[in-house]
């Protein structure tokens, strides 16, 4: 009985510092990063960042340069997209430049959802007048927990950055892309290739570049970047060595001012939905005609 006892006092115990604790990440979240100083750790900054109530209601843009090295040509692509989220949905645009490729600009409309571990993403491709609705449902489930994020912080950096009047970043967050990426393999049910590169083969590939994340004085994601170049050859680019350098720009902005109801996903673009599981054809995209179409394998 006295083992009981004391079992039971201990549980309390530990429901009262979760308490204290859950409700000092709500009073940061509601006062703001700069209320509290600047964060002494990677663990402190994001703990304030996810506690923001505005944490998953903003806009972004995103900056993608591809440049495409491959049977003896060479090929700029820019990848421009935007994006609105609120209430676990999104809405967006993607262009993509192929004036390299002496082919028209590709551009598709896109609506996403999360139910629970399934991330529902509605795809529109123009088509004339028209536009064709694909959906493309991805499985969420992860084996992440608390020592997987422990590890993943431990490899990360936190800079106190200057105050500038043509920025709003006042923290950088730098963690090695092969970090995050060996994370993303850990925590993801089998196995991942790309272009016949195997897991190891893109590890090694970004083993020195670094994913910088910027926060605001209040502890918001205000930009993210990164750099990195992928070499790979295999049966699946018909044996023909590709390499691309990947150079990604973001910007968040706008935190709590997105409507929910300007987001949401239209009646008639669920009903038109075709499910897929391939949602967006390369070869449609750079065009049958283009010389980078025989690095694709038919």
Not at 97 to 117: C, H, M, N, P, V
Not at 131 to 137: A, G, Q
Not at 236 to 241: A, G, P, Q, Y
Request: charged share 25%; net charge negative.
């Amino acid at each position: 009985m006295i083992n009981s006892r004391k079992r039971w006092r201990g549980v309390r115990r530990i429901k009262r510092v979760m308490a204290i604790f859950f409700s000092f990440v709500l009073v940061l979240g509601m006062c703001g990063c700069s209320a509290f100083g600047a964060p002494a750790t990677t663990e402190e900054l994001l703990v304030r960042y996810v506690a923001n109530e505005n944490v998953d209601n903003f806009s972004a843009r995103v900056d993608v340069g591809l440049n495409v090295n491959t049977l003896g040509m060479r090929a700029i692509i820019p990848i421009t997209a935007s994006l609105r989220t609120a209430d676990n949905t999104a809405h967006g645009t993607i262009q993509v430049g192929l004036s390299s490729l002496d082919t028209r600009d590709y551009e598709i409309e896109f609506y996403a959802e999360l139910l629970d571990d399934v991330l529902n993403y509605y795809i529109g491709t123009p088509q004339g007048e028209q536009t064709t609705w694909k959906l493309w449902t991805v499985d969420m489930t992860s084996k992440i927990d608390i020592f997987t994020i422990t590890d993943l912080l431990s490899a990360s950096e936190l800079t106190l950055i200057s105050k500038d009047a043509d920025s709003l970043v006042r923290y950088e967050l730098s963690v090695p892309a092969e970090k995050i990426l060996q994370t993303v393999f850990d925590v993801t049910a089998g196995s991942a290739e790309v272009g016949g590169m195997d897991e190891q083969g893109m590890l090694d590939a970004v083993a020195s570049d670094k994913v910088r994340t910027g926060f605001t004085e209040e502890c918001l994601m205000r930009s993210l970047d990164t750099a990195v170049l992928l070499t790979f050859k295999s049966a699946e680019t018909n044996n023909v060595e590709v390499r691309t350098g990947i150079d990604i720009s973001s910007t968040l902005d706008d935190y709590g001012k997105v409507e929910p109801a300007d987001v949401a996903i239209p009646d008639e673009v669920r009903d038109a939905a075709v499910p897929t599981d391939e949602p967006i054809d390369v070869i449609e995209v750079i065009g049958a005609d283009s010389p980078l179409a025989g690095a694709v394998k038919k």
